[in-house]
């Protein structure tokens, strides 16, 4: 099998394709498997990943006709003629188009070519890559159901494709991992991510409001910017504090992690709900408001109107506002198991699998 992947920019067009990477090269231990992408995240990433990575020029198409629009398709079509190039130098038997800017100078030059086509569409509202290129595509892949009916005829609801282990946490070894509580309700804050700075603030304003909580346990990743200030926060709380605080720059054992959580605090990115909808934790969502065309509050409304989640936008975030929202879900466990339920009913565990079966499927269909 020859497998071309390509996306990128964000986690949410790129650990998808890297999970299927896996899944693909689990199963089919001769195939081929290489990564086109711009000079952003995914140029880091994939090649820690261990998969072949392959940088192509491409710029996202501003939403208003000028100058820099005019630059970008200029850039793009230049990239459009490098994946030419890619293309029929790695003659993959398929193209799988995560997402992101950078897929749309691929996708152009395998339509030209007649390269077989899968995309991935892992949002609520389907990005404008995927919404250009899906009328030439082979099947559209969407991580909700709801999107499906964007795309009519094409679309298989997959799911999002889960990082590998990220379900075979156990909470007993995440709360030894991580010196926690295990007696405690226990907040798990993902504040470490790209654009999170706001939920890290909210979180150590809301600490004085909780600091009698006894029985609650908040569990911080902070991201390194915010490492000393979280320490300094937990400092001031004191012997006296009800609440227990622990505060990490970076969680690499995530599994566990969710595993310890009775509830979840995070933004609301396609990778993040798919683990905790999976997972069936219930969550306090804040969406990214400067995501492209609001897409992360479509994200979050999608689990929020399931019964998953509360949502605070990011203009009513404040340190009380979170701190009320925190002890509301702490103090009710019957609340907290139907918002687990609710949330289960958009968790797709199994998407890695039925994105490589459809990968399997297009691959084999156009004889590679």
């Given at each position: 099998?020859?497998?071309?992947i390509a996306?990128?920019?964000?986690?949410?067009?790129?650990?998808?394709g890297?999970?299927?990477?896996?899944?693909?090269?689990?199963?089919?231990?001769d195939?081929?498997?290489?990564?086109?992408?711009?000079?952003?995240?995914?140029?880091?990433?994939?090649?820690?990943?261990?998969?072949?990575?392959?940088?192509?020029?491409?710029?996202?198409?501003?939403?208003?006709?000028?100058?820099?629009?005019?630059?970008?398709?200029?850039?793009?079509?230049?990239?459009?003629?490098?994946?030419?190039?890619?293309?029929?130098r790695?003659?993959?038997?398929?193209v799988?188009l995560?997402?992101?800017?950078?897929a749309?100078?691929v996708?152009?030059?395998?339509?030209?070519?007649?390269?077989?086509?899968?995309?991935?569409?892992?949002?609520?509202?389907?990005?404008?890559?995927?919404?250009?290129?899906?009328?030439?595509?082979?099947?559209?892949?969407?991580?909700?159901?709801?999107?499906a009916?964007?795309?009519?005829?094409?679309?298989?609801?997959?799911?999002?494709?889960?990082?590998?282990?990220?379900?075979?946490?156990?909470?007993?070894?995440?709360?030894?991992?991580?010196?926690?509580?295990?007696?405690?309700?226990?907040?798990?804050?993902?504040?470490?991510?790209?654009?999170?700075?706001?939920?890290?603030?909210?979180?150590?304003?809301?600490?004085?409001a909780?600091?009698?909580?006894?029985?609650?346990?908040?569990?911080?990743?902070?991201?390194?910017?915010?490492?000393?200030?979280?320490?300094?926060a937990?400092?001031?709380?004191?012997?006296?504090?009800?609440l227990?605080?622990?505060?990490?720059?970076?969680?690499?054992?995530?599994?566990?992690?969710?595993?310890?959580?009775?509830?979840?605090?995070?933004r609301?990115?396609?990778?993040?709900?798919?683990?905790?909808?999976?997972?069936?934790r219930?969550?306090?969502?804040?969406?990214?408001?400067?995501?492209?065309?609001a897409?992360?509050?479509?994200?979050?409304?999608?689990?929020?109107d399931?019964?998953?989640?509360v949502?605070?936008?990011?203009?009513?975030?404040?340190?009380?506002?979170l701190?009320?929202a925190?002890?509301?879900?702490?103090?009710?466990?019957?609340?907290?198991?139907?918002?687990?339920?609710?949330s289960?009913?958009?968790?797709?565990?199994?998407?890695?699998?039925?994105?490589?079966?459809?990968?399997?499927?297009?691959?084999?269909?156009h004889?590679?």
């Amino acid at each position: 099998m020859r497998l071309m992947i390509a996306g990128g920019g964000t986690g949410g067009h790129i650990y998808p394709g890297l999970a299927v990477a896996e899944a693909v090269r689990a199963a089919h231990p001769d195939a081929a498997v290489i990564w086109v992408g711009g000079d952003r995240l995914e140029a880091r990433v994939v090649p820690l990943a261990g998969v072949q990575f392959i940088a192509v020029l491409s710029r996202g198409l501003p939403r208003r006709i000028g100058v820099r629009a005019v630059e970008a398709l200029l850039v793009n079509a230049v990239g459009a003629v490098q994946a030419l190039d890619f293309l029929r130098r790695f003659r993959p038997a398929g193209v799988l188009l995560t997402g992101g800017y950078a897929a749309a100078p691929v996708g152009a030059a395998a339509v030209l070519l007649r390269v077989p086509v899968l995309l991935h569409e892992p949002n609520a509202l389907p990005g404008l890559t995927t919404r250009l290129l899906a009328r030439w595509a082979w099947r559209v892949a969407v991580g909700q159901a709801a999107t499906a009916a964007h795309f009519p005829g094409k679309a298989v609801v997959t799911g999002v494709p889960l990082r590998p282990g990220i379900l075979d946490g156990v909470r007993d070894r995440g709360v030894r991992r991580f010196d926690l509580a295990g007696d405690r309700v226990t907040a798990l804050v993902l504040g470490g991510s790209q654009g999170a700075h706001a939920i890290n603030q909210a979180v150590l304003d809301a600490l004085p409001a909780l600091r009698h909580a006894a029985g609650l346990q908040i569990f911080h990743q902070t991201g390194e910017e915010h490492a000393a200030v979280a320490g300094e926060a937990a400092a001031r709380l004191g012997e006296g504090a009800g609440l227990r605080y622990v505060a990490r720059p970076y969680i690499e054992e995530m599994a566990d992690a969710y595993a310890a959580a009775d509830l979840v605090v995070c933004r609301a990115g396609a990778v993040t709900l798919a683990e905790v909808t999976a997972l069936g934790r219930p969550a306090i969502l804040v969406p990214y408001p400067h995501a492209a065309e609001a897409h992360q509050e479509r994200n979050a409304r999608a689990v929020a109107d399931a019964g998953g989640a509360v949502m605070i936008l990011n203009r009513d975030l404040t340190g009380d506002r979170l701190a009320q929202a925190i002890l509301d879900l702490a103090r009710d466990p019957a609340r907290r198991a139907v918002m687990a339920a609710g949330s289960r009913t958009l968790g797709r565990p199994r998407a890695t699998a039925v994105m490589l079966a459809l990968v399997e499927e297009m691959v084999g269909a156009h004889g590679g």
